[in-house]
């Protein structure tokens, strides 16, 4: 599908990006004793920037596709044995339907760690019309975005597109500069003939973001490989959506938000939707802002600064230590499901991985992502967990 050809060239384009910057690839910190000051969780952060204009249907439906193999991807990169947080912002731009003082641009997430949100958001986008300015939502992102500060971090961006990448009033090697000057690496995804896409600048821009050019067929079905794997890893995610506790305004929605993603990933294939369950089962999505699990295991003293209206009916009349023994039952089963999800993700995996020799790729990155991140990894310091 689409999808390989699109999560390969963002992958791949990291490891361009470690190859061509390896002089420069131990990072600097400003320390005490070994230690750096102000020191903040390391953080993987990629900005996509997509082409919403007419013809790009197919571009969007990659982005659907692929989602969640891009997060279980990165997942596996660790930094000082530590899971980094993952944060991805979406941007659109070439839609008539934005304004043109927008330069017809829009964020639609910042970088945030609300997996969940990224999905409601890319299910929710259509294409519309066509100005592409990519110099301008390149600079968009490299100021509006709160990109991290250490240079342990990556900070990527990848934007996708099929028209000339010099269109509009601002520079893409201006605004691209600026990025680099933040330790952003740019990455182009031309949808379309890879010679057009040189002769359109879109190879130039990745080669001035010190990043990596692609091409490829937006149109492409994606194609999935089905497992005897998919059907257990489903039925655990089921289960562990019983271990979610809503608090708070908003807690009841962001739940009912969490199924509608579900669906929306069944809606896409049987694999995608578990592709998402596999992220489910990972450190990375964690929502504390709605669910009193993730919360306690970030603020132990949280049961007992929450309001009873606050929590579902069923739990208002439970004393704090009920509420405590209730919140810790549900935490220990979510902890079985993940690692009984994680068990089974590896043999899902492997099954892919032996599936995968047998039929021709689509294209000649499928086997090299894993490799190609490892590389990159090397480079930041990060290593690779299998």
Same mark, same amino acid.
């Given at each position: ?136 939502? !390149? ?166 600064? !929450? ?29 079985? !499901?993940?690692?009984? !999800? ?45």
């Amino acid at each position: 599908m689409k999808s390989n050809i699109f999560i390969s060239a963002l992958f791949a384009a990291a490891i361009s990006l470690a190859s061509c910057n390896s002089s420069n690839a131990t990072p600097k910190k400003n320390t005490i004793e070994g230690k750096p000051l102000n020191a903040e969780k390391t953080k993987i952060q990629v900005a996509l920037l997509l082409d919403t204009s007419s013809s790009m249907d197919g571009l969007i439906d990659q982005a659907k596709s692929r989602l969640w193999n891009i997060v279980n991807t990165l997942t596996t990169l660790k930094y000082d044995g530590k899971t980094p947080d993952i944060e991805i912002a979406l941007y659109e731009y070439g839609n008539d339907g934005l304004s043109k003082q927008s330069n017809y641009i829009r964020q639609i997430t910042p970088l945030s760690t609300d997996l969940d949100l990224i999905s409601e958001k890319l299910f929710a986008l259509t294409t519309n019309g066509g100005n592409e300015y990519c110099g301008a939502v !390149i600079q968009d992102a490299t100021k509006q975005l709160n990109w991290a500060r250490e240079n342990n971090n990556m900070k990527l961006i990848y934007i996708a597109g099929n028209e000339d990448f010099k269109q509009g009033g601002i520079d893409y090697k201006e605004a691209i500069s600026d990025a680099l000057k933040n330790d952003i690496y740019v990455n182009t995804i031309f949808c379309g003939d890879k010679n057009e896409g040189i002769n359109t600048n879109w190879k130039d821009g990745a080669d001035y973001g010190k990043g990596k050019y692609f091409n490829i067929d937006s149109n492409e079905s994606v194609r999935y490989i089905a497992t005897p794997y998919d059907d257990e890893i489903s039925k655990c995610d089921e289960k562990m959506n019983d271990t979610y506790i809503n608090y708070g305004s908003k807690g009841h929605e962001k739940k009912m938000n969490q199924t509608t993603q579900d669906k929306n990933a069944k809606k896409v294939s049987v694999s995608n939707y578990t592709e998402r369950a596999v992220s489910k089962s990972k450190a990375v999505y964690k929502n504390e802002s709605w669910d009193l699990v993730d919360k306690v295991k970030d603020d132990a003293a949280a049961i007992s600064k !929450i309001k009873k209206e606050e929590l579902p009916a069923e739990l208002q009349n439970k004393s704090t230590e009920e509420l405590k023994t209730f919140v810790a039952q549900k935490s220990k089963e979510r902890e079985t !499901i993940q690692k009984e !999800i994680g068990v089974l993700a590896k043999k899902r995996q492997e099954f892919i991985d032996n599936e995968s020799k047998k039929t021709k790729k689509q294209d000649d990155l499928g086997n090299a992502i894993t490799s190609s991140i490892a590389g990159f990894a090397k480079v930041k310091g990060y290593t690779v967990e299998k």
